[in-house]
């Protein structure tokens, strides 16, 4: 008789823990049977009608809620760019130097030059050439693409300061692969670069 009594008291508790968690509306306990009757009237069922009132004022606070959504709001951008991940984005080197080309001059800011480099076809410098009273004069950032046209890096943050150790030989880089590109282009990823990281520092060796 008594396990009886627990698993009514139970049962009510974790219900109204429920009610407490959910928020939405206040179960009616109607359907909750007498404490003074649990040894003689079954449990309530596994479903109650007041779970199912719950239930069903869900469905009316989302249609409520859509109500708010604006119809003209614009439709998601199809993600097409997904199912070209493993598709090349340059196919040879001349279209890899097309694309650097077209992005990096209208994001470049002003004060900036880009040159060429002169080993490497798919290697960009952008040098800061209108420099501040004292400010170190060999800054620079590099836009490198690899041979296999799969990877660009965005180097900066590095210097050459002292005697050669590891730290020079491992330099710092944003890495974006290729067919990112189509969904984040470079354009984007330079006026990320120019935000919020430094540029590399040679000359003090």
Not at 132 to 145: F, S, T
Request: aromatic share 12%; glycine share 6%; net charge neutral.
């Amino acid at each position: 008789m008594l396990d009886r009594k627990r698993a009514w008291q139970f049962w009510k508790f974790n219900l109204r823990r429920r009610e407490r968690l959910g928020g939405l509306t206040k179960l009616h306990e109607s359907f909750l049977p007498n404490p003074e009757d649990a040894d003689t009237k079954e449990l309530p069922p596994a479903v109650p009608d007041g779970v199912t009132k719950l239930r069903e004022s869900w469905f009316r606070a989302r249609e409520e809620a859509e109500k708010f959504i604006p119809r003209d709001f614009p439709p998601p951008m199809p993600e097409d760019w997904m199912a070209k991940l493993h598709e090349p984005f340059f196919d040879t080197e001349e279209d890899a130097e097309t694309y650097v080309m077209r992005e990096l001059p209208p994001n470049v800011p002003e004060g900036w030059s880009i040159i060429r480099y002169p080993r490497e076809r798919l290697v960009w410098i952008i040098r800061k050439e209108k420099l501040a009273p004292g400010e170190w004069h060999g800054q620079e950032y590099c836009v490198r693409i690899s041979k296999g046209l799969d990877v660009v890096l965005l180097i900066y943050g590095n210097n050459d300061c002292g005697p050669l150790r590891l730290k020079h030989a491992l330099h710092t880089a944003l890495v974006i692969e290729a067919p990112t590109l189509r969904k984040f282009p470079l354009g984007e990823c330079l006026r990320s670069l120019f935000a919020d990281r430094k540029p590399n520092e040679w000359g003090y060796t």
